[in-house]
């Protein structure tokens, strides 16, 4: 017996999963040369702890013996949780969206996945910015769709122009994740304005009004004042999707949401499609006991102050190396740019470059998998000494790759 051809193939790829591929090699590694020789910036796994407030509902939630307490609720979620979520939202969004728009979810994972299952139909397109996510090619492909990456301007900014060129009647939505994971740009107001203004072009000439989703698990991590748009105003065929994964470090639970404009022209049955999806997608439910961490703990945050501090710190070591980057407005990423080996080279071979890395103990995700070739990502959600120790290895590896002939 043999698992199925189309699913090998994607395995075998080379993006098929860049991150977790450089995570796993990195815990080899660690076994061989010891934890504090290697220096891993592959994964985004918040490491900041969770908040007083979350710690203390975890202790007190896990003491409780009430009868059912661990027993199915409605798929959708917890009547009080959803109510909290739509609070959340109602100020994110500035909008008035109440409990019975909102589906709980295992993560912002999850959550993509339902909705995916909700609006594509075999042939539908999805329109991402890219870089992206790496997983969002598995999400689409999950069910028929396929995803159509469209490259941002060169400071990362959305390219609404190339947008309008990829647009067809096979589009169903268009997929924004902002803070965004590789870079941490955050879009801005002017830019979202403008992207809806486009979609409801697109939708009043061809009759189809593609989804605006828009993934937002690093909402809360920004900087220098910087702030995420709401789009629920700008666009009534809007849904967002997120987690507690990033904001509350609670990656390892699960608990996430999917989020409908009340105003979208089949929102109760957006959402419906959303609940049957989680079901037969076999999630069944969101965890019930974080449900009810989450429902008295929903507007806790972490000291994001620690990561602006280490992406500070790890720009001052890539500039001291010579590597360029992205500086972000959010997130805790950087994107970087390849060295080029010589001037004849315009854009530098990233996965050659993160092997490079990896052979002197640094780890890093390669831009190809983001749809971003020339480019590798740091995630700096670490220890601020591996930071600070990983710049001679750091800049040893940048000499001997530029050295390297062609």
């Not at 049957?276 to 999630?283: D, E, M, P, S, Y």
Request: glycine content about 6%; charged content about 20%; overall charge neutral.
């Amino acid at each position: 017996m043999a698992i199925a051809a189309y699913l090998k193939e994607i395995m075998l790829s080379p993006d098929s999963s860049v991150i977790r591929k450089m995570f796993e090699e990195g815990s080899v590694l660690k076994q061989k040369y010891g934890a504090d020789a290697v220096f891993d910036f592959s994964l985004g796994n918040p490491d900041v702890p969770p908040v007083r407030q979350v710690l203390e509902s975890i202790q007190r939630i896990a003491s409780e013996n009430t009868s059912g307490i661990h027993g199915y609720m409605l798929n959708a979620g917890y009547v009080q949780t959803r109510d909290a979520i739509a609070s959340k939202v109602s100020g994110e969004q500035q909008s008035s969206l109440s409990g019975e728009y909102v589906v709980m979810t295992s993560g912002a994972a999850s959550a993509l996945n339902c909705v995916f299952k909700a609006v594509l139909s075999p042939g539908d397109e999805v329109i991402v910015p890219a870089p992206f996510f790496s997983e969002y090619r598995h999400y689409v492909s999950n069910f028929g769709g396929k995803l159509v990456p469209v490259l941002c301007s060169a400071d990362f900014s959305l390219n609404i122009d190339t947008i309008a060129e990829s647009l067809s009647d096979k589009t169903a939505a268009v997929l924004i994740n902002s803070p965004n994971n590789p870079t941490g740009r955050v879009y801005s107001l002017n830019e979202m304005e403008r992207l809806a203004a486009l979609l409801k072009k697109h939708g009043r000439k061809t009759g189809r009004y593609p989804y605006l989703i828009c993934d937002e698990p690093y909402r809360a991590i920004v900087y220098r004042g910087c702030v995420v748009p709401s789009v629920f105003p700008l666009y009534k065929n809007s849904i967002i999707v997120s987690s507690f994964a990033k904001d509350l470090s609670l990656a390892g639970e699960r608990i996430g949401y999917i989020a409908v404009n009340p105003d979208c022209e089949d929102a109760g049955e957006m959402v419906s499609a959303c609940v049957f999806a989680l079901r037969t997608l076999g999630f069944v439910n969101a965890n019930a006991f974080f449900q009810r961490v989450i429902a008295e703990c929903w507007n806790c945050t972490v000291d994001i102050s620690l990561y602006e501090q280490r992406g500070n710190l790890l720009m001052a070591v890539l500039d001291r190396t010579g590597i360029e980057y992205a500086r972000p407005d959010g997130a805790f990423y950087l994107f970087c740019r390849v060295p080029p080996r010589n001037a004849a080279v315009s854009v530098g071979d990233d996965s050659a470059f993160c092997e490079h890395l990896k052979n002197n103990l640094i780890l890093c995700a390669p831009g190809t998998g983001f749809g971003c070739p020339g480019w590798f990502r740091m995630s700096y959600c670490v220890a601020e000494q591996t930071i600070v120790r990983c710049e001679t290895a750091l800049n040893a590896a940048v000499k001997s790759w530029k050295a390297e002939q062609m």
